[in-house]
């Protein structure tokens, strides 16, 4: 991994996305601190980086080149990531698409619940930017296969420690995280 990508994506995840309060969680857990990646994934240099950064870490975790056909996951907090792996490997001249997963199928149109190039017997990997109990990842990844693609991973940008971790290889499938609590200068809560 480019270590000096991810100590600057470290230091701007800090600065950018991580807020210090008391605060309840999507899952419904409280927490005295709140990492919202919107405000790095969305940033002009963090959002880049981020792209790097997971793109080195799915490689390195064996997700290399011809090995992933699509990434994606349950939109809002995956799409960012989604499109910043899909622009860093057309730099490296790496074909990789991005997708989405809506909450719920459209009631018009087409109907579709997933967005973008069709996944079906492709290989993807679920995203999201930070994942406290694995929800997001875990509904994503079954829309996935049902939509008949082969999830070979969940990658996160930030785990926080809480248990997703664990539900996501229950489901069967590794779960990778680039950034964690340690490197933020945070703890588990």
Request: aromatic fraction near 4%.
């Amino acid at each position: 991994m480019n270590d000096s990508a991810r100590e600057r994506l470290i230091e701007l995840v800090g600065e950018l996305a991580i807020e210090h309060g008391d605060f309840t969680l999507a899952s419904g857990k409280k927490s005295t601190y709140y990492v919202d990646m919107r405000r790095a994934t969305l940033h002009h240099e963090a959002g880049p980086l981020i792209g790097h950064v997971m793109l080195d870490m799915l490689e390195e975790a064996g997700f290399g080149a011809g090995e992933v056909d699509a990434v994606g996951g349950l939109t809002m907090g995956a799409d960012p990531v989604a499109t910043a792996i899909m622009h860093a490997a057309a730099s490296r001249a790496l074909d990789i698409d991005a997708f989405v997963v809506r909450k719920a199928p459209k009631d018009h149109g087409m109907g579709r619940r997933i967005e973008g190039p069709s996944i079906a017997g492709r290989k993807v990997v679920i995203l999201e930017d930070t994942s406290t109990t694995g929800g997001s990842p875990l509904t994503a990844l079954e829309a996935a296969r049902a939509e008949g693609a082969e999830v070979l991973a969940v990658a996160v940008v930030v785990d926080r420690a809480t248990g997703a971790k664990e539900r996501i290889e229950a489901a069967g499938v590794p779960y990778l995280a680039a950034l964690g609590l340690d490197d933020l200068g945070l703890s588990p809560q």
